[in-house]
């Protein structure tokens, strides 16, 4: 009998080779074959950029997870590696969730994960624990510790829950040579928080401090966690929270995602919040992770789906899940601000520009279509009046559409996808403020295939969205009530 991990390495090379390319996205990261969801273990090892990712390969439903694994030199381009590990042990016998990744000063690849545990008492009811594990190996085959777990409910405060402990982010700090993790965990009060390990080891861990807790004010389990400063006073924290409350148009109900900006102090280990705000504004995005590129560069992936649409989905073929383009973050008035990876650049094929197209009527620009594109709008009034709205169609045939619209007025930009084709209904639309009044605007968006991510006023919003409409719809329009003056400038992606 083969292995577990074995068993899925044979499924996905040969399930995984029948998907025709054409049928996945071209530059955003889907499972080999089957489900995906958070992406896990983002991290640089031995040069390259590796990322793993929750897997389930026989179904495109979620099932017992197991690590998938991708690498990439340059974040557009991805190469499929075996699946790293598979639940195949006591202490993770219902699920290796999700974890993270680092490089070892003595040349090993660490993963850090949560072993889900699962067993039936006598009366029948499962009892779950989760903990978190290790294993080593050299960006390929991995082999779990065998004093697996590393860290245990004996490792929390007194009477937080054994249940949800999960979901280590590891890195490590050269100036000490140490190890330093954040791990989420459901306090008394039913909701989130972070708490903040250190090692030396990455075997043997200690509590250093609570860095933040929700206090069942921004939703309650907090999952997937993340911790790094952006310069010497600028800590962020992100994590991805359950059951959120809405709250105007900033947050919205459900699985939602947030970070935090505060500062950090390291001999205390006591990080003071000082705003909180949602990362991205679209239907799909959770769980974001981030790496240190070696050039320095703060880099954020997120699985780009909702677990509240996921459920019941309809598959287009035999993968399901994708995650977001890696984007660069810098910190900007407090604010984060995302952009794609610079090397998608490399890619642009086909450039067009368009400047001062009046758009009255809607109109369609030559040669400005597709699916894999990379356009920016630059939108402005005429000649001082203000105009009403201004609409952009992507995905577009002679029935379906998504739409982008901008209204001045109110700064409201929405997106919506109720015509894109979807059978099923769930929530397609979202509305975002958007910090600009004159009416001026500008729109980078990004479509690969079965996604629309836009980056709002060069990165200070960002609004990603699945969409599952015909490839045939390649048509982009653009209207506007009253008068709006654009540029134009398009761009295919051609790997
Ligand atoms: C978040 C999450 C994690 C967990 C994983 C399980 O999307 O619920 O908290 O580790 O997914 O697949």
């Not at 495109?60 to 997870?65: Q, V």
């Not at 490399?346 to 699916?371: F, S």
């Amino acid at each position: 009998m083969d292995s577990k991990l074995e068993q899925a390495r044979n499924y996905e090379e040969v399930y995984g080779d029948r998907i025709p390319d054409s049928d996945r996205p071209l530059f955003h990261v889907v499972a080999r074959v089957g489900w995906m969801n958070d992406p896990n273990g983002f991290s640089v090892y031995k040069g390259e950029y590796h990322l793993f990712y929750q897997y389930y390969p026989y179904n495109t439903k979620w099932g017992p997870m197991h690590w998938g694994h991708v690498k990439t030199r340059d974040m557009v381009k991805w190469e499929w590696l075996p699946a790293a590990i598979a639940p195949d042990e006591e202490y993770d016998n219902a699920g290796c969730f999700s974890g993270s990744a680092v490089e070892m000063p003595d040349g090993r690849q660490a993963l850090m994960y949560t072993g889900v545990k699962e067993w039936r008492r006598e009366d029948g009811y499962i009892e779950s624990r989760q903990m978190q594990c290790v294993a080593f190996g050299d960006g390929v085959d991995y082999v779990k510790y065998e004093n697996n777990p590393v860290l245990t409910s004996a490792d929390l405060p007194e009477g937080w829950s054994a249940v949800d402990f999960r979901d280590p982010k590891i890195w490590y700090d050269k100036s000490e040579n140490c190890f330093y993790a954040v791990v989420a965990n459901r306090t008394v009060d039913g909701s989130g928080a972070i708490l903040l390990y250190r090692s030396e080891d990455a075997l043997h861990w200690e509590m250093k401090s609570i860095l933040d807790r929700s206090r069942n004010e921004y939703g309650r389990m907090w999952e997937c966690p993340d911790f790094f400063m952006m310069d010497e006073d600028h800590a962020i924290l992100i994590t991805s929270p359950q059951e959120m409350l809405s709250r105007g148009r900033a947050y919205h109900n459900g699985f939602g995602n947030i970070y935090m900006v505060g500062s950090f102090d390291r001999k205390t280990y006591q990080f003071t919040r000082k705003a909180v705000h949602a990362i991205d504004y679209g239907l799909d995005f959770y769980a974001p992770q981030t790496l240190l590129a070696p050039d320095g560069r703060r880099i954020m992936i997120a699985w780009m789906q909702s677990w509240e649409s996921s459920h019941d989905h309809v598959a287009i073929g035999s993968w399901f899940g994708m995650m977001t383009l890696p984007r660069e973050l810098s910190l900007k008035k407090g604010r984060l601000i995302q952009q794609p990876v610079r090397e998608l650049e490399l890619y642009r094929k086909n450039a067009i520009y368009y400047t001062d197209v009046d758009v009255q009527e809607r109109i369609q620009l030559p040669a400005v279509q597709g699916r894999c594109v990379d356009m920016i709008v630059t939108v402005r009034p005429s000649g001082g009046k203000l105009y009403d709205k201004f609409i952009i169609k992507v995905a577009k045939d002679t029935r379906f559409y998504t739409s982008i619209v901008y209204s001045p007025g109110d700064s409201i930009l929405t997106f919506d996808r109720s015509n894109s084709g979807l059978r099923r209904d769930i929530v397609s639309s979202r509305e975002v403020v958007t910090r600009f009044r004159d009416g001026k605007i500008r729109l980078r968006i990004i479509m690969d295939r079965y996604s629309v991510e836009i980056f709002v006023n060069n990165g200070e919003q960002a609004i990603s969205s699945t969409i599952y409409t015909d490839q045939g719809a390649e048509g982009i329009s653009f209207e506007a009530e009253g008068i709006a003056i654009i540029d134009v400038e398009k761009y295919d992606i051609v790997l």
